[in-house]
């Protein structure tokens, strides 16, 4: 088979996967991109021990092989799937515990915008932060892959939502989904802007350590901030005292690193995303937002799209 491999992100031959007997083979029709690619092709994000070094970590296709432990699952079964690896490839071998129906409405090749937003999502707006319908999120990033699914799915289940983004293109997109507050990060305050909305209780944050001061002044009394990127760097003081004071929790989660089963694994969240996001996307209150798709073979353009700030929603690449 051929794959995306190396910095130069040359399309070449490699070796067919194989599957192990809770595996299945996919053969891919679209695989997402996401920053993660942009940052394991700089050398700053590795695998995780025995994935595969190929970019990707979401893709949609058919079953082409199943490993010997399988059922529920055949040949030629419509899929998409959450992966640790290898994802920009002609074929992948991935858990059974990480597949996902294409969803109803959904073409087998936009499903592979689904997979990785949808199970951030929902693992951590609903596991970890704990949104209850009523409460007001602010999503960091509203424009992203993930802020674009992040508002759909919040709204669907009775959240208020606020966003932050760059321009006004970008916060009209974010409230065609539904987002209510809009914030032009480069102008406004988004403390100033959320408080005669009486502040947030939950913040979804991509940025880090330069907005981790003004995402606890935004939170409400037992407000809840879940990081999940680190695009405004890594390491910032935190005061102790507004944490006690505002009774606040601060977690931080990745996807990728997480165990393929068991407590906050990746099998978990796909359930949890199955059961919560699946039934909306069938009922058309949720959809895969999709900014541009590339073939495999301009997989660098691809990724230049995702980092030049552009994009609203997600990259897709289309391997056949």
Not at 139 to 162: D, E, K, L, P, Y
Not at 236 to 265: C, F, N, Q, W, Y
Not at 291 to 297: C, G, R
């Amino acid at each position: 088979m051929y794959a995306i491999t190396g910095s130069d992100l040359d399309w070449t031959r490699v070796p067919d996967p194989e599957p192990a007997p809770d595996e299945v083979i996919i053969e891919v029709v679209a695989a997402g991109v996401n920053r993660a690619d942009v940052l394991q092709r700089a050398g700053n994000y590795p695998p995780p021990p025995g994935a595969s070094d190929i970019l990707g970590l979401e893709v949609s296709g058919h079953i082409a092989q199943v490993g010997a432990q399988i059922a529920g699952w055949a040949v030629g079964d419509p899929v998409c799937a959450l992966l640790s690896g290898g994802g920009y490839a002609e074929r992948v071998a991935v858990p059974a515990t990480q597949l996902l129906p294409v969803p109803q409405g959904v073409s087998v090749h936009d499903a592979a915008a689904l997979p990785e937003v949808a199970c951030t999502v929902m693992s951590n707006l609903f596991g970890t932060a704990r949104l209850a319908p009523g409460e007001q999120l602010l999503i960091h990033g509203g424009s992203s892959g993930i802020g674009t699914h992040a508002i759909q799915v919040a709204r669907a289940f009775g959240a208020h939502v606020a966003v932050t983004a760059r321009n006004p293109e970008k916060l009209a997109r974010c409230a065609e989904l539904g987002a209510e507050v809009l914030i032009d990060y480069s102008y406004e305050d988004f403390v100033e802007a959320l408080r005669p909305h009486g502040g947030a209780d939950v913040v979804l944050d991509v940025v880090g350590a330069k907005y981790l001061a003004r995402n606890l002044d935004v939170l409400t009394i037992g407000g809840r901030l879940v990081i999940i990127g680190m695009l405004g760097g890594r390491k910032a003081e935190i005061d102790l005292g507004k944490l006690l004071a505002k009774r606040l929790t601060v977690a931080g989660t990745t996807l990728r690193s997480r165990p393929a089963t068991g407590p906050g694994s990746k099998a978990e969240a796909v359930v949890a995303t199955l059961e919560g996001t699946w039934p909306l996307i069938a009922a058309g209150a949720v959809r895969p937002v999709i900014d541009s798709v590339f073939p495999i073979a301009e997989a660098a353009a691809a990724l230049d799209r995702l980092t030049n700030g552009s994009a609203v929603g997600k990259v897709l690449l289309t391997v056949s």
